[in-house]
């Protein structure tokens, strides 16, 4: 076993974490991350309505009994989602943990927090991870560069993200952006980091509800195989390559408006991928780690091989890399 801040704080037993992602982060992917031993999260606004919510939270209680959490994204719209009726659904339910992302969690911090619940928040930056802390949150998950989805606009990669992060924090932090091994888990912890957070690996897994042709994708794919789309209008996420993407990065780098790709981008084509098995169909996020995946094993396969690798580098590689220096010779 691997001990860290994380998981005597938060009561897991790996340091490892699945994070919310849309339309992927449903009850039997979630159960079975937290029957490995890992920490896994519903993704709220993946549900239709806080009821549904509600029903999915109840639907994964009955597939474990270990601990997991909610994701809660909170992005602006014009017409936004009932945030304070997820929220509320999430504490009725009574979920331990939530995971905040997108804009700042303040609105909702004091509900969970008066519930007892812990808030873990995903930053993109060290200064926007200092400001979390600051308002309360319990951990903070930092995502590097290399994340799927949206990266931030300051093009940090983990390598010097993630120490700069540690440097400046006191809670609990996770890595994001760049995981799936015990390679990747050693790194972060050397790094200063208590845990990672995956999301693309736990997408290649048996109990990903997504379907089998995008998880063959991802163990096809090298990491030089995604996209960064709205990077013009500073909102830049990172996603697979193919025919829609392409066709997005061209239309805007030709000066495009939003308007003109709203229709390529849109979530019920992005869902219809992973139903469908289309590739082509729509956009779909993936991370640059998928040139690091090459299988398809069950969640429990995939968190138990990273700890004990993980428990072999540190102990074997690492530990045996120290030499004790040879004495001196007097006179």
């Given at each position: 076993?691997?001990?860290?801040?994380?998981?005597?704080?938060?009561?897991?037993?790996?340091?490892?974490?699945?994070?919310?992602?849309?339309?992927?982060?449903?009850?039997?992917?979630?159960?079975?991350?937290?029957?490995?031993?890992?920490?896994?999260?519903?993704?709220?606004?993946?549900?239709?309505?806080?009821?549904?919510?509600?029903?999915?939270?109840?639907?994964?209680r009955?597939?474990t009994?270990?601990?997991?959490?909610?994701?809660?994204?909170?992005?602006?719209?014009?017409?936004?989602?009932?945030?304070?009726?997820?929220?509320?659904?999430?504490?009725?339910?009574?979920?331990?943990?939530?995971?905040?992302?997108?804009s700042?969690?303040?609105?909702?911090l004091?509900?969970?927090?008066?519930?007892?619940?812990?808030?873990?928040?995903?930053?993109?930056?060290?200064?926007?991870?200092?400001?979390a802390?600051?308002?309360?949150?319990?951990?903070?998950?930092?995502?590097?560069f290399?994340?799927a989805?949206?990266?931030?606009?300051?093009?940090?990669?983990?390598?010097?993200?993630?120490?700069?992060?540690?440097?400046r924090l006191?809670?609990?932090?996770l890595?994001?952006?760049?995981?799936?091994?015990?390679?990747?888990?050693?790194?972060?912890?050397?790094?200063?980091?208590?845990?990672?957070?995956?999301?693309?690996?736990?997408?290649?897994?048996?109990?990903?509800?997504?379907?089998q042709?995008?998880?063959?994708?991802?163990?096809?794919?090298?990491?030089?195989?995604?996209?960064?789309?709205?990077?013009?209008?500073?909102n830049?996420?990172?996603?697979?390559?193919?025919?829609?993407?392409?066709?997005?990065?061209?239309?805007?780098n030709?000066?495009?408006?939003f308007?003109?790709?709203?229709?390529?981008?849109?979530?019920?084509?992005?869902?219809?991928?992973?139903e469908?098995?289309?590739?082509?169909?729509?956009?779909?996020?993936?991370?640059?780690?998928q040139?690091?995946?090459?299988d398809?094993?069950?969640?429990d396969?995939?968190?138990?091989?990273i700890?004990?690798?993980?428990?072999?580098?540190?102990?074997n590689?690492?530990?045996g890399?120290?030499?004790?220096?040879?004495?001196?010779?007097?006179?």
């Open positions: 076993m691997i001990r860290t801040r994380f998981t005597e704080e938060f009561g897991v037993e790996h340091p490892v974490v699945q994070g919310g992602m849309q339309w992927v982060g449903r009850a039997p992917l979630v159960a079975a991350v937290a029957n490995s031993g890992a920490l896994g999260f519903i993704t709220a606004l993946t549900q239709p309505t806080p009821e549904d919510l509600a029903k999915e939270i109840a639907r994964c009955e597939l009994d270990r601990p997991f959490g909610v994701n809660l994204t909170i992005l602006p719209a014009i017409t936004p989602p009932p945030y304070a009726e997820y929220r509320q659904a999430i504490i009725d339910a009574g979920v331990p943990i939530v995971e905040t992302a997108g700042n969690p303040i609105e909702h004091e509900h969970f927090h008066t519930h007892g619940i812990k808030v873990i928040h995903k930053c993109t930056s060290v200064r926007h991870a200092v400001k802390e600051s308002l309360g949150v319990d951990a903070v998950s930092i995502d590097g290399e994340c989805g949206h990266p931030g606009e300051d093009d940090i990669p983990g390598l010097v993200l993630i120490p700069a992060a540690a440097d006191s809670i609990p932090m890595a994001s952006g760049g995981f799936a091994d015990a390679r990747g888990l050693v790194a972060a912890l050397a790094l200063g980091a208590d845990g990672i957070n995956m999301g693309t690996r736990f997408m290649a897994t048996v109990e990903s509800g997504i379907h042709n995008v998880k063959d994708r991802l163990v096809e794919a090298g990491e030089r195989d995604t996209q960064l789309i709205f990077r013009q209008l500073r830049t996420s990172r996603v697979a390559d193919n025919a829609v993407s392409r066709e997005v990065v061209e239309r805007l030709d000066g495009a408006a308007e003109d790709v709203r229709e390529l981008v849109a979530g019920a084509r992005g869902v219809g991928v992973y469908s098995g289309d590739l082509d169909a729509g956009i779909w996020s993936a991370g640059m780690v040139g690091l995946i090459n398809i094993p069950t969640c396969e995939l968190v138990t091989r700890v004990r690798e993980a428990a072999g580098i540190i102990r590689r690492l530990g890399a120290l030499v004790e220096p040879a004495p001196v010779a007097a006179g």
